[in-house]
């Protein structure tokens, strides 16, 4: 009797000897292009030495591109430069009262500073420092004030709306502006499950949708009150998802008074209403300085943090016009970018387009040569010590850990990265053979496969969705390839 058994994996060979790292030979620049299986139109690329301003090596460097996430590297420079290092946010409480005994006798504002990094620590931090000035009660009214700038319901907003990453932005905002909605069976219904969301966020609604076959497919309606969430209704029975919040300001502000309700203080319904001129600061939050954050926007990637830091720098920088209802991180952006055009004249700013700070959405434009040109620049700002690339991400180490991790180039590129659909690129700087400092810019993008995806809000269709992994997985290992093709060659 023959049986034959399919699906089991032979096991591996036991180990018998450990030997040194035998690194591959690597490939030509032009053999690197011909096994990722891309064509040359859908690549470009910049390699520069900062010491002699030579170009060592290009493709296409300038041509426009979809940056992604590498257009972070522009909000990060031109905020330290413009706030400086040792810049940190501001988040009060404040009353145009008085404090009498355990009871502030008036309103009490809780006003925003436009901190990126605000969290549920900070807080109860705020409440807790105003309990120690022996308040208990408050005996007038609970207001927000975010009127630092227009609060706008989400970063990119034409897509992605049902995205954690695509949150609204405001000058009040907290726990990166989402919420984790939770949900499990309910114990009297085979069909109908119970939801809830961490933190406790109030106006949101749910139910179920039919709409769409997809157990993915979320759907939103928002008003200027609250939000309602559709969960599909072929989901599984249990689970969790990150939502974003469309009303940050009003959503922090709700979270502060549950926060002061568990220490026992027990505060109204939060209104909305710009602190009085002359109000008394009770408490005052600092954030960590912008260096500190700095590093963290790069290396975690995250969007609401790079528009806070981008809206920061506008505004100190001063508005030429007022700022539109809905548009203020493309003005903002409009006034960063014509600050660093003034600050890098010597390079070419044609076609360039810069409307979010994240690098979200499909309507930013950057050549290679552009983005090069910023890094050189970001480069050379006088941080207290350490130099703009110190911030970036480490390959094989630090936010591009599972890339360029073997001993030929782990280490030797600190880059950030970026990615959307049919689109991926790479800026930063590298270390090679020779001991020299390079700047290297690699952009990559199918324009007609992104102009697909554009047609969809937050999910693709699944052929189209599966072409965007292979274009991302291709183009990562492109990218690796021509970098350790560098790190060996200059």
Not at 134 to 159: A, H, M, N, W
Not at 262 to 287: F, N, R, W
Request: charged content about 20%; proline content about 6%; aromatic content about 8%.
């Amino acid at each position: 009797m023959v049986i034959f058994i399919f699906g089991c994996k032979t096991p591996p060979q036991a180990i018998e000897e450990v030997g040194p790292y035998s690194p591959e030979t690597p490939q030509s620049e032009n053999e690197v292009l011909e096994s990722s299986g891309l064509t040359r139109g859908r690549t470009g690329y910049i390699l520069y030495d900062p010491n002699t301003r030579r170009t060592l090596t290009q493709v296409n460097s300038q041509k426009l591109f979809l940056p992604g996430s590498t257009l972070k590297i522009l909000s990060v420079a031109a905020g330290l430069k413009v706030l400086g290092p040792d810049f940190r946010f501001k988040t009060t409480l404040s009353t145009a009262g008085k404090v009498v005994g355990d009871k502030i006798e008036g309103d009490l504002y809780l006003t925003g500073g436009g901190d990126p990094f605000l969290n549920l620590a900070n807080l109860m931090g705020m409440v807790q420092s105003l309990k120690s000035l022996g308040v208990k009660k408050l005996t007038g009214r609970f207001f927000y004030d975010d009127s630092l700038f227009p609060e706008q319901k989400r970063i990119d907003l034409k897509r992605d709306s049902q995205a954690s990453f695509n949150p609204g932005v405001s000058a009040l905002s907290s726990e990166f502006n989402r919420t984790s909605l939770r949900w499990k069976p309910h114990p009297l219904s085979g069909k109908a499950i119970q939801a809830y969301t961490i933190p406790p966020t109030s106006g949101l609604e749910f139910r179920t949708s039919v709409k769409s076959d997809s157990n993915t497919d979320w759907f939103t309606e928002n008003t200027s009150e609250r939000s309602v969430w559709s969960i599909p209704a072929k989901a599984n029975h249990e689970g969790s998802q990150n939502l974003p919040l469309s009303n940050p300001g009003i959503s922090t502000a709700q979270l502060f008074q549950y926060l002061a309700r568990m220490e026992g203080l027990d505060l109204p319904s939060p209104l909305q209403k710009s602190a009085p001129a002359h109000s008394k600061i009770l408490v005052t939050h600092l954030s960590e300085t912008l260096l500190s954050l700095s590093e963290r926007i790069l290396e975690f990637s995250n969007n609401l943090m790079a528009e806070l830091v981008l809206v920061a720098t506008a505004n100190r920088l001063g508005h030429k016009k007022e700022l539109e209802p809905g548009l203020v991180l493309a003005n903002s952006a409009e006034r960063v970018s014509e600050y660093l055009k003034k600050q890098i004249p010597e390079t070419s700013w044609e076609g360039f387009k810069w409307k979010t700070g994240s690098g979200l959405g499909g309507e930013n434009q950057i050549t290679p040569a552009q983005l090069l040109g910023v890094l050189e620049w970001a480069e050379k700002l006088h941080l207290g010590g350490p130099r703009f690339s110190s911030l970036l991400p480490i390959s094989g180490w630090k936010g591009i850990s599972k890339r360029l991790a073997e001993p030929t180039a782990a280490l030797q590129v600190w880059a950030k990265t970026g990615t959307l659909h049919f689109a991926h690129g790479i800026a930063g700087v590298l270390y090679p053979r020779s001991g020299k400092k390079l700047l290297f810019v690699i952009l990559n993008a199918d324009a007609k496969q992104r102009e697909q995806a554009e047609a969809f809000d937050s999910v693709l269709p699944p052929a189209l969705e599966q072409s965007s992994k292979t274009f991302i997985k291709r183009t990562d290992q492109y990218q690796d390839r021509l970098l350790t093709r560098w790190i060996q060659d200059y």
